[in-house]
């Protein structure tokens, strides 16, 4: 509970510092890490490690030191983005906060980590893609400043989870097939039953044990779960439905194949830019194919890995027949692959299997005319 409580107060923050987006002081994305001692105080709390600074002694400054530039240096060498807000953003971290904190959370300036209190949690810097996590709620804080309740809120949460695995898959060097797809397998102690926070691989299927019950996110659009937009009910369950459009850029990642930072990454990255403050999961949708038209191409193994993504988590795209382009293309297409190829081979054969239906259709109704 107290947990749940000063995270409330620290989004509180965060809602608030997001509407004055541009009056951070630039810094070239430079590092700073405090140690909060255990205290809740950001302002008295001890420097631990600089830019500039060696290394501390401390394995959690480190972490946190370590996740702030592997964040950033994802954004900047994958989307030439400088820093959070692309304007140079330093990027300050605490450690150490509170006792027993539950929690890592992005305020609207700078990132908390907690300890976790033993049992359940452990020290949350030990999770890289938790960290990108929180870090790219700031950048969603400043492109499409997506509100934070219901599907605008869920779609939120899901671009942090999109990127925090991204960055990790990109420090590691994974393809889409090789990656774990897991959201903080590392924060939960080893006498707790789970794998992860999420799996956008398998929402739903994250962990099912008797302390927290069975992972409630759904992977379709057919279990979308209703909640109120109060703090009880999760902002109108945005931890929770953001399962539904995490399932779709996994499904993309694989149906186009590589590595997933390159084609299906930019795709959500261009989206978000243009999406805005409540935009649905539907208007996300239809821009992620927009988008995979207008970089890759019409009827391109992109696009229609996008368009079967989507459809396979109950999101039809408007204007796009239901049915159409079901096809899971395996295309590889920085690092070699021919899927490109297959997609318009497989698209091609589609057409000529619906050619074949309507002139044997038409054959059919001649035969019937004659007949009278």
């Known amino acids: 509970m107290d947990t749940l409580l000063t995270t409330a107060g620290l989004r ?27 205290g809740r105080s950001l302002p008295v709390s001890a420097l631990a490690r600089s830019e500039d600074g060696p290394a501390s002694t401390d394995d959690s400054v480190n972490r946190a030191f370590d996740g702030l530039g592997t964040t950033h240096d994802f954004y900047h060498e994958v989307f ?30 700078q990132m ?24 790219t709620h700031g950048v969603t804080e400043n492109t499409a400043g997506l509100a ?4 605008s809120g869920a779609l939120n949460e899901s671009i942090s989870d999109v990127f925090g695995s991204l960055v990790k898959q990109w420090f ?23 794998d992860a926070l999420r799996s956008m691989k398998a929402p739903g299927q994250a962990y099912d044990n008797a302390l927290f019950g069975k992972d409630p996110q759904p992977d379709h659009m057919s279990r979308f779960v209703h909640l109120p937009d109060t703090e009880r009910g999760d902002n109108g369950g945005v931890h929770i439905n953001s399962g539904i459009p995490n399932k ?28 805005t403050v409540e935009t649905q999961f539907q208007d996300f949708a239809d821009t992620t194919y927009q988008k995979a038209e207008a970089l890759y191409g019409a009827g391109s193994a992109e696009q229609l ?15 796009v027949p239901a049915g159409v382009a079901r096809t899971r293309s395996r295309a590889p297409h920085r690092n070699g692959g021919t899927g490109r190829q297959d997609g318009l081979t497989a698209l091609t054969k589609q057409i000529g299997i619906l050619t074949t239906q309507v002139t044997s259709l038409a054959k059919d109704v001649a035969t019937l005319k004659g007949k009278k």
């Open 172 to 194: 590691r060097k994974e393809s889409a097939d090789k990656a774990d797809w897991l959201i903080g397998p590392e924060v939960f102690t080893p006498g707790i039953e789970a």
């Open 12 to 38: 509180g923050e965060r809602a608030v510092r997001a509407s004055f987006t541009g009056t951070a002081t630039p810094g070239n994305g430079r590092r700073t890490v405090f140690d909060c001692q255990n």
């Open 148 to 151: 934070y309740h219901d599907q």
């Open 305 to 319: 890995a996008v368009l079967a993504a989507w459809q396979d988590v109950g999101i039809q795209i408007t204007g």
């Open 80 to 109: 030439n983005r400088n820093s959070i807000d692309d304007r140079g953003m330093r990027l300050d971290g605490y450690v150490h906060f509170s006792a027993k904190y539950n929690n890592a959370f992005w305020d609207g300036q």
């Open 112 to 135: 908390v980590f907690g300890d976790g209190d033993g049992e359940v949690f452990t020290d949350f810097t030990g999770s890289l893609d938790v960290i990108a996590h929180e870090l």
């Open 248 to 275: 779709a850029f996994y499904l993309t990642a694989m149906g186009i194949g590589g590595f997933a930072w390159e084609a299906a990454g930019l795709i959500w990255y261009e989206a978000l830019k243009a999406s």
